[in-house]
């Protein structure tokens, strides 16, 4: 399977952003789909992930309540819907795919090739 991202953007503190991962060359669905960050000089980060089974989702502490995973299987695509916005939201986001529903980087086999999002203060 192969992973787009897009969506990314610049947008002023407190406002929100809609990410969009979109599958091809294979259904979407068999996945565990997960979003990561990498800001400048920091290491990739685990933002959420969406379980293949029955869509449940895990979110790190620091988005909770302020980002949203959802899936649309007839899209093929998983959503990361970014609310109230942060300066330190500031990185290239990432999505990928697993068999696993697991928060670490390392079991996602696939990636998509990242989207800028920058949030001014």
């Known amino acids: 399977v192969q992973l787009q991202a897009s969506g990314g953007g610049l947008v002023q503190a407190g406002g929100s952003l809609r990410l969009s991962c979109t599958a091809s060359?294979?259904?979407?669905?068999?996945?565990?789909v997960a979003w990561f960050r990498q800001a400048p000089g920091k290491e990739r980060e685990f933002l959420s992930t969406i379980s293949s089974r029955d869509d449940t989702t895990y979110y790190e502490d620091s988005v909770k309540g302020r980002f949203t995973t959802s899936r649309d299987s007839a899209k093929n695509t998983v959503y990361l819907q970014m609310n109230r916005l942060r300066p330190e939201d500031t990185a290239v986001y990432y999505c990928a795919a697993s068999w696993l529903w697991t928060v670490e980087a390392k079991n996602y086999d696939y990636w998509g090739q990242g989207t800028q999002v920058t949030v001014s203060s």
């Open positions: 060359r294979g259904s979407f669905s068999k996945y565990a």
